[in-house]
Nanobody, 114 residues
Framework: VQLVESGGGLVQPGGSLRLSCAASESISSFDDMGWYRRAPGKERELVAIITRGGTTNYVNSVKGRFTISRENAENTVYLQMNSLRPEDTANYYC?????????WGQGTQVTVSS
């Protein structure tokens, strides 16, 4: 399984970005998919998750600003990020889980700075 992220970049505070995670297999085969991030000097944290059934969950710090979604026909999961803050700066990783197996993308850098 390959997960390929795209959409990261440099954005000013208050701006928006949309991250994409394209899977090499049908995303319907995964129990859930999500986005994690790791900021310099910090632990990796789960940002958002979406289950096969479409249930979503978010870390408190992004609720109301980020939206995770999936497009099964494109085998792609998205993370729409609005009202970005400097503290959102991190490397963002796509994750997929199938049973006891975990799959990771290579990451995409998001930098929020003026």
């Amino acid at each position: 399984v390959q997960l390929v992220e795209s959409g990261g970049g440099l954005v000013q505070p208050g701006g928006s970005l949309r991250l994409s995670c394209a899977a090499s297999e049908s995303i319907s085969s995964f129990d859930d998919m999500g986005w994690y991030r790791r900021a310099p000097g910090k632990e990796r944290e789960l940002v958002a998750i979406i289950t096969r059934g479409g249930t979503t969950n978010y870390v408190n710090s992004v609720k109301g600003r980020f939206t995770i979604s999936r497009e099964n026909a494109e085998n792609t999961v998205y993370l729409q990020m609005n009202s970005l803050r400097p503290e959102d700066t991190a490397n963002y990783y796509c994750h997929a889980r199938r049973g006891w197996r975990d799959y990771w993308g290579q990451g995409t850098q998001v930098t929020v700075s003026s």
